[in-house]
């Protein structure tokens, strides 16, 4: 008998507000444990905008528990080989050999796993309810959503896994108050007539950076080019930009980058914000989950494999407590460390791509190119903590 069969939820309901990465899979997670689960989610229908990520093995051992990990990879998902660094001129300075890692390391397009875990959540017995955009929520002993249209849905326990700007996060916590980073980066999808395999690449220049991998059977590239700015830009994923001014910004950089560049015809360029992780994770029957608690910038990769962290433990608190409250209580316990120190580490993360000072790029990616040659493994095992970390074994 599995582990998650063991520890029951048979009878709770549960109202999931956000069908995105993180919600999907909580509704799988709560589902496999006997839940009555209904996901709740604005749109018309469950999509995502064409854009790619990457699922690290800490993520991926938990879609491999869910019974997801097959129809992942029987989608499209390019299981990675390497991360190569290089200069803004294409240069290797280093190259981290991902097969040493315990695990797949996964690069997916987003409306591909919204897909598998769209259809993995209908297969477990989850209701999907569209066009339900939330308008308030009742917390307490029988909480109650209300919906835009004046309609209610009550549940025993309302999840919030409604993005960065998550209703239920100011419920709990009040209105957030994320800063500008002085980071704008913009995303485009492009074919891959280039050949490029399943490597994902980091082209790192003064003041900005471009990562590039492949998605969908290696037939795409996934491009994401950060740069520093003073001026403030929304935030939003949606905002479209033309593909001159991604050009444009990255001018300077060689052949590598312009060869994908001009290959872009459509792309999105949003601000970077950063977020505190929230002070109040639930309140007596409502819980927050994945963005909507712990935002974090997109330099360690983590975002949404945060939120299917957060999913599985979640599922596991609750059906090991005694009773509702304390395994709230435990979820945030189990992770409140994990992701900080997550949030953190991508926030650092930045200026070590954008050296502006050509000295200090000289040396700094001459240690990068020595230690890669003495210890090539020595850069991936700092981040054991990471990608070795399984939340599936409790």
Request: glycine share 10%.
């Amino acid at each position: 008998m599995s582990e998650m069969t063991k520890a029951r939820l048979d009878g709770l309901r549960a109202l999931v507000v956000g069908g995105g990465i993180g919600g999907l899979t909580l509704a799988i997670a709560l589902a496999r444990r006997g839940a009555r689960v209904k996901v709740l989610e604005q749109a018309e229908a469950i999509r995502e905008v064409g854009a790619g990520i990457q699922v690290s093995p800490n993520g991926a051992v938990v879609l491999r528990a869910l019974g997801q990990e097959e129809a992942l990879v029987a989608a499209g998902a390019v299981r990675g080989r390497a991360v190569q660094l290089c200069d803004h001129q294409g240069r290797e300075v280093t190259r981290l050999d991902l097969s040493a890692l315990d695990g797949a390391y996964y690069q997916v397009h987003r409306a591909d796993l919204i897909g598998v875990l769209e259809s993995g959540a209908r297969a477990a017995g989850v209701e999907i309810e569209l066009g339900a955009e939330v308008a308030d929520v009742r917390d307490g002993p029988a909480p109650v959503v209300t919906l835009s249209d004046g309609g209610e849905r009550r549940a025993d326990l309302v999840i919030g896994a409604d993005g960065v700007h998550s209703r239920l996060r100011a419920v709990l916590n009040g209105a957030d108050s994320p800063f500008f980073t002085g980071h704008v980066a913009w995303r485009a999808v492009i074919p891959n007539d280039l050949g490029l395999g399943p490597v994902s690449r980091v082209h790192m220049g003064p003041g900005r950076h471009v990562v590039s991998y492949p998605l969908r059977g290696e037939s795409m590239i996934n491009l994401v080019a950060v740069e520093e700015r003073r001026g403030w830009v929304a935030e939003s994923w949606s905002q479209r930009d033309e593909p001159d001014n991604l050009r444009a910004a990255f001018a300077e950089f060689g052949a590598p980058v312009q060869e994908m560049l001009k290959r872009v015809e459509t792309c999105h360029l949003w601000g970077l914000f950063r977020h505190e992780v929230a002070g109040t994770w639930h309140g007596e029957s409502i819980v927050l989950l994945g963005d909507a608690v712990h935002p974090t910038l997109p330099f360690m990769a983590q975002g949404a494999v945060m939120a299917i962290e957060d999913a599985w433990v979640l599922a596991d608190a609750l059906a090991r407590a005694d009773g509702l409250r304390a395994g709230l209580a435990d979820y945030r316990q189990r992770r409140f460390a994990r992701v900080q120190r997550v949030v953190n580490t991508a926030t650092d993360n930045a200026w070590k791509y954008h050296m502006k000072f050509p000295p200090l790029r000289f040396v700094a990616h001459n240690v990068l190119r020595l230690s890669g040659r003495i210890r090539p493994d020595m850069m991936l095992r700092r981040f054991d903590w990471l990608y070795r970390h399984d939340v599936t074994l409790g």
